[in-house]
């Protein structure tokens, strides 16, 4: 069964910095492309971070310079270190993990940002 858990979520002040975690297990996590999502109430929900198997990233615009993902395939584990926090990164963060049809949603750690 493949399971992913969020960690590292809670309240910071904004300017402030929290670093998220997503464990991964059932799954060859090597061979899979990791995600963060967010989503806020009332907004869809979207991407913020991205890392593919060769550790290639990708960021959404609104964190450029202030996030940054990263992985360790030995520990079956993806970071999301999120600097310089501001009130609109308040959200739910949740890690998904991708490859080719197969996808996998962890359950979230909530993220709130107090200006």
């Keep these: 069964q493949v ?3 969020e960690s590292g979520g809670g309240l910071v002040e904004s300017g402030g910095s929290l670093r998220l975690s997503c464990a991964a297990s059932g799954l060859t996590f090597s061979t899979h492309a ?3 999502y967010r989503q806020a109430p009332g907004k869809e929900r979207e991407v913020v971070a991205i ?3 060769s550790g290639r990233t990708n960021y959404a615009e609104s964190v450029k310079g202030r996030f940054t993902i990263s992985r360790d395939n030995a520990k079956n584990t993806v ?3 999120m600097n310089s926090l501001k009130g609109e990164d308040t959200a739910v963060y949740l890690c998904f993990a991708s490859r080719w049809t197969e996808s996998y949603w962890g359950q979230g750690t909530q993220v709130t940002v107090s200006s």
């Design 3 to 5: 399971q992913l858990v």
């Design 34 to 36: 990791i995600s963060w």
């Design 51 to 53: 890392i593919s198997i």
């Design 79 to 81: 970071d999301l270190q």
